[in-house]
Nanobody, 118 residues
Framework: QVQLAETGGGSVQAGGSLRLSCAAS????????MDWFRQAPGKERERVAG???????NYADSVKDRFTISRDNAKNTLYLQMNSLKPEDTAMYSC????????????WGQGTQVTVSS
């Protein structure tokens, strides 16, 4: 049974930091590309960061230089370090897995809420 479980969300003031974790189980974590998404109320889901199985990363312009994605394959865990948080970063954050050669995500977590106050 595949599971992706996000933790680490919470409420912080603008300028603060949070570290999200996504614990994976039930599949070969190291072989999959992993991404973080977020969705704010009334807005479309946005892919904020991705990490391929070879370690290469990519970021949305809105979070570049503030967020860092990483993974620990020994712990089957994906991370998102979020620094210099802004109120517009407020959203539900979810992790997702895809086969790297494909362009759709097959496993999704339930999400963790991040709220940034001004």
């Amino acid at each position: 049974q595949v599971q992706l479980a996000e933790t680490g969300g919470g409420s912080v003031q603008a300028g603060g930091s949070l570290r999200l974790s996504c614990a994976a189980s039930g599949y070969i974590f190291s072989s999959y590309c992993m991404d973080w998404f977020r969705q704010a109320p009334g807005k479309e889901r946005e892919r904020v960061a991705g990490m391929d199985s070879d370690g290469s990363t990519n970021y949305a312009d809105s979070v570049k230089d503030r967020f860092t994605i990483s993974r620990d394959n020994a712990k089957n865990t994906l991370y998102l370090q979020m620094n210099s948080l802004k109120p517009e970063d407020t959203a539900m954050y979810s992790c997702a897995a895809r086969v790297c050669s494909l362009s759709w995500w097959i496993y999704w977590g339930q999400g963790t809420q991040v709220t940034v106050s001004s």
